[in-house]
């Protein structure tokens, strides 16, 4: 009995904090790029942050995980990783820390049935391809739970999202784009739009990839409508290892660490000093 209450209450508190998208006062923040699959890798880092032990529980105290999205496709476990982020995300408050998982693309399509990149140890590990798309629906096991989280959040002065923010939301605030992205998710359609646009934050590229004054003028316009210095996205691969653009402002930590690219295992760490890469 005492077991089944404790979970309820964990649960309670996690609902109760679902729509939160704005965190101040956080003494160490670790973030990981896209995960595509790889639990090795995951588990590596995990482990490399203490943040996890040898048997997969929390150890990290206080500090804020977040992951940037992209966990599914490509890889063979995407499964047994939101199986352990959701157990991480139960346990993490128990400690004073927190566990974020950010929407990227590739959840979104999985969520609306988008097959195009999915992994056949994926497939297997739901039983078979009807079951796996039945459990990624927004109605499904996983997909319900991929659902309630946030696409973007602000954690002291740093913004952390999927892709990029587009000129298109560079006025529009963090919980506003969370509002967004839950009415899009519950509303049938064939083909992305809106907020799940080439322009949206899960799928925009321009600020990995673009130069010149028009997107440091969005850059600067999204921080300034958050109140942040620093926006830390994934999506867009840099093999070589996590690196910086905009005198630092824009920070790239998809490193293709997973072994569909062969790229390296790094992570992200943010504290009240600034941020550092760290290898596993």
């Known amino acids: ?104 693309n590739h959840e979104i399509m999985l969520m609306k049935t988008d097959l195009r990149y999915v992994h056949e140890g994926e497939i297997l590990s739901y ?54 992205v839950r009415s899009e998710i519950a509303r049938d359609w064939a083909e992305p739009s809106g907020i799940f646009s080439s322009t949206g934050p899960v799928w925009f590229r321009g600020m990995a990839v673009d130069r010149g004054s028009a997107i440091r003028r969005v850059l600067e316009e999204v921080l300034e409508t958050n109140s942040a210095d620093i926006i830390v996205i994934g999506h867009t691969v840099s093999i070589e290892g996590i690196e910086t653009r905009f005198s630092g402002r824009v920070i790239m930590i998809d490193a293709g660490m997973s072994e569909c690219y062969g790229g390296t295992a790094q992570y992200l760490v943010l504290d009240q000093r600034g941020y550092k890469v760290q290898f596993p």
Not at 68 to 83: E, K, N
Not at 135 to 152: F, I, T
Request: hydrophobic residues 45%.
């Open 127 to 180: 039983g078979g391809l009807k079951e796996m798309v039945r459990a990624l629906r927004p109605d499904g096991e996983y997909g319900n739970w991929l659902a309630g989280h946030n696409a973007a959040i602000r954690i002291n002065n740093a913004l952390f999202v999927h892709a990029g923010i587009s000129e298109d939301y560079a006025s529009v605030p963090v919980d506003s784009i969370n509002e967004l």
């Open 1 to 104: 009995m005492k077991s089944f209450t404790l979970f309820a209450v964990i649960l309670c508190y996690l609902s109760s904090y679902a729509e939160q998208c704005v965190w101040n006062g956080v003494g160490e923040v670790v973030a990981i790029g896209d995960v595509h699959g790889d639990f090795d890798q995951f588990v590596l880092i995990l482990q490399g942050a203490d943040l996890v032990d040898q048997d997969l529980n929390w150890i990290g105290g206080k500090t804020h995980l977040v992951q940037v999205g992209d966990v599914l496709d490509r890889g063979p476990d995407s499964r047994a990783i939101m199986d352990l982020i959701m157990v991480l995300e139960q346990q993490a408050p128990l400690q004073g820390g927190y566990v974020h998982f950010l929407l990227g």
